[in-house]
């Protein structure tokens, strides 16, 4: 203790008549309360101390959990941002198939015959590739499209109901 006070006298926070008044304080307080007193009492900072460090802990597991959850949704909406760059089936040629959206407009994309048997059968859904409102669309695989529409729900604009 007596070297904390020494620090505390030489920062000038505490007078010299304090430092004097404290260390009497404390040999009273020692000679009232006896060894077993003394070692209570640092029992209990030790246990008070071991609460703390356990919270801690507690806290720093959970910020390590929260961080490691939000860098695996980073790299989801990263992975499925490429699925939508890279895995999307051009449309373009063929007979029109339409389809209604949300807004209830009924928008067209051009498919062959194989497209429209899979679309029809639920292996392929209609997806947006472009960003907010945008009327460019293409086929993705149903299995795709469900991990697209966790991520961007608005991308995924028609898939068969089964």
């Known amino acids: 203790m007596s070297n904390l006070r020494d620090q505390l006298k030489k920062a ?31 029992a209990a900072r030790e246990r008070e101390l071991e609460t703390l460090r356990e919270t801690e802990r507690v806290r720093h597991a ?16 990263a992975a499925c941002l490429a699925i939508l760059e890279t895995e999307v089936k051009g449309v373009g040629r063929g007979a029109p198939w339409y389809f209604e959206l949300e807004d209830g407009r009924i928008p067209f994309v051009r498919i062959d015959e194989l497209d429209r048997h899979q679309l029809a059968g ?30 961007f729900p608005r991308r995924v604009v028609w898939a068969a109901r089964a």
């Open 122 to 151: 639920g292996q392929l859904c209609i997806v947006r590739r472009g960003e907010g409102d945008a009327h460019v669309y293409g086929l993705l695989a149903t299995p795709l499209a469900k991990r697209i529409a966790q991520q």
């Open 12 to 42: 000038k926070i505490l007078s010299d008549k304090d430092a004097r008044r404290l260390a009497h304080e404390e040999r009273v307080h020692k000679k009232e309360i006896g060894r077993e007193g003394i070692e209570a009492e640092r």
């Open 62 to 77: 959970e910020r390590e959990a929260a961080l490691t959850a939000q860098r695996a949704a980073e790299a989801e909406r």
